[in-house]
């Protein structure tokens, strides 16, 4: 017979298990609030106080709330929106007080970055007890934007439009808050192509009321819009340069207009122009932590480093560009964002990480967006780096679609038909490449940008070849260098020198090429620069191979970083000194280590020690 075990067995369920279960979570909830109530009545730190309350359970204890909305702010104020998620999550399972309405209120603007389904939820509860005019203003253009980013824009159309006929009708609303709302709708019908209001060529309901701040940002969607329609780049840039001139407003969503004029700025290459601009606004806004602000200039300064060739700085605004973007889910700016730095990590050989990244995006929620036309371009862009040019030539053509359907088909948006004339000239199918390639410089003629207008020529001269080619081809070195755009001049460089070669100008085919190739390796170009040195290589010249290791092969912005670490900086200083993110400071560390053979940074300060900052 076997021997009973000694003690008590294990409770394992039933009625009684239960019961011990309970007993020992509220127990231990009772200890929590015990302590919580102690530090509390001490005046100890309201994170330590509200770190208890997480872990007792609601009562009818009226500081309890009070402590948590405290905390709440504390976090807010540090940046750090889980905590302040969880401090008023856990106030709201308090028993209903006279003042939820508020704490509703607080929870969803609190959730709306990360969680905005659940801000949806909490917002919408929120709205419906609120009934003075503050308040309200504090809600609406926040669930606004929630739902948009849950892909209900037409009900925050519908939202914004009944609150701001609301506002208009009540006087004691503050002038420009209708005039918000009414912007705030614009924006989110922009993300809808069968829902714009500006057939006529203007955006409908935005009426400025004389005021300076609100003129600028209907011309600043104005200008945007007008670079998708049949213009010149005369035409949008006086419109941009009237939307940005001024001081950035503290406002969000008139920040996400400008960020339009930036766009149609860079659009029309007045990029030392756009580079003044956004220098203006960053140091206006140096002490100001809006993430709308944050990033139009981080989005600028992408777009004009990559178009101008400046590859490591596009690289670094890039990466902050999608990080900004990234902190909102569901932010339909994330596609374009994530394409920017797509196309300079492809410039930059760094293929594998732009892999990775593509598969970040998500075609479910963002492929009804304009912004999801710039990511089909960038993924052809890699397509067709890799060979691939049917799958490539399927994405250009749908891309051309939606930009006809989007009324944004301009070359100087997006260069689909030249990408898709190389597609079709690589397939063997020169008549389509050629028809494409005219096409393109028909627009980029009436559109009158340098660097648009050089890159289709450039691609005409590729169809075409021969005496035509060459002219066309020289003309697209001289444009492209009057605009700036120095990895475009150093592709057409290239394209020069083959073509020379061909019509027998066997040495001039060659330093021209050579010539693109040094322009190539200046910017970081690393396949255009590997390109170049084929086509040398095939006219029977030796190209010099670039110095790949050693202080020599650091960027610019590599070196800089490497000296503030070898003068003891930790990460976040010099991410602080160079405005650039921490994980930017790791990726040129890393790269930095790898080309100068060393495992550490103990190890940079003998090969640095006579490097300025």
Sequence with gaps: MARARRGRPPVRGGPKGEAINTSRTRNASDAHYRTARLLHDRDGPLEEVAGQLLATEPGSRDWVVGALRAAAR?????????????????????????????????????????????????????????????????????LADALERCRRGCQAAELLDREARLLTADDRAPDDAAFGMRLQRVLIELADVNKRPWAGGEPAGLPSGGDRTRERAAVAVQSALAAGRPADAATVVAYARDALDGPLP??????????????????????????????????????????????????GRCEVAYRGGSLPAAL??????????????????????????????LETGRREEAESLLVLAEHERYGDVWQWTHLLEARARMRLADGDHADALADLLECGRRQTAWQQDNPAILPWRSLAALAHRALGRADRAARLAHQELEQAEAWGAPRTLGISLRTVAVTVRGREG?????????????????????????????????????????????????????????????????????????????????????????RRVAVLAARGLTNREIADTLFITQRTVENHLTSGFRKLGITGRRELAPLLDDEPS
């Design 74 to 142: 504390l976090a807010a104020a540090r940046g750090d929106s889980e905590r302040t998620v969880a401090y008023l999550r856990r106030a709201l399972r308090e028993p209903p007080s006279s003042g939820q309405e508020i704490l509703l209120a607080e929870l969803g603007r609190a959730e709306a970055p990360a969680h905005p389904a659940a801000a949806v939820r909490h917002l919408s509860a929120s709205l419906d007890a609120l009934t003075t005019v503050p308040a309200r203003l504090e809600v609406v253009p926040v």
């Design 250 to 299: 503290q406002d969000d969503v008139i920040t996400r207009a400008m960020a339009l004029g930036v766009l149609a700025l860079v659009w029309c290459d007045q990029l030392a122009e756009t580079t003044q601009i956004l220098d203006r606004l960053a140091e206006q806004t140096q002490w100001c932590d809006a993430a709308a602000a944050q990033t139009l200039i981080s989005m």
């Design 316 to 345: 670094d605004a890039g990466r902050r560009w999608l990080d900004l973007a990234s902190a909102s889910h569901g932010n339909p700016m994330i596609p374009l964002a994530l394409a920017g730095v797509l196309r300079v990590l």
């Design 470 to 558: 060459l002219k066309q081809v020289e003309t697209s070195v001289g444009l492209l260098e009057e605009a700036g755009a120095r990895v475009e001049q150093a592709r057409s460089l290239v394209e020069y020198g083959t073509l020379r070669f061909e019509a027998g100008h066997v040495r001039l085919g060659r330093e021209t090429a050579r010539r693109g190739l040094d322009l190539a390796r200046q910017c970081g170009a690393v396949g255009l620069a590997d390109l170049a040195r084929e086509r040398l290589r095939a006219f029977g010249a030796r190209p010099r191979r670039t110095h790949m290791v050693g202080i020599s092969a650091l960027t610019d912005r590599e």
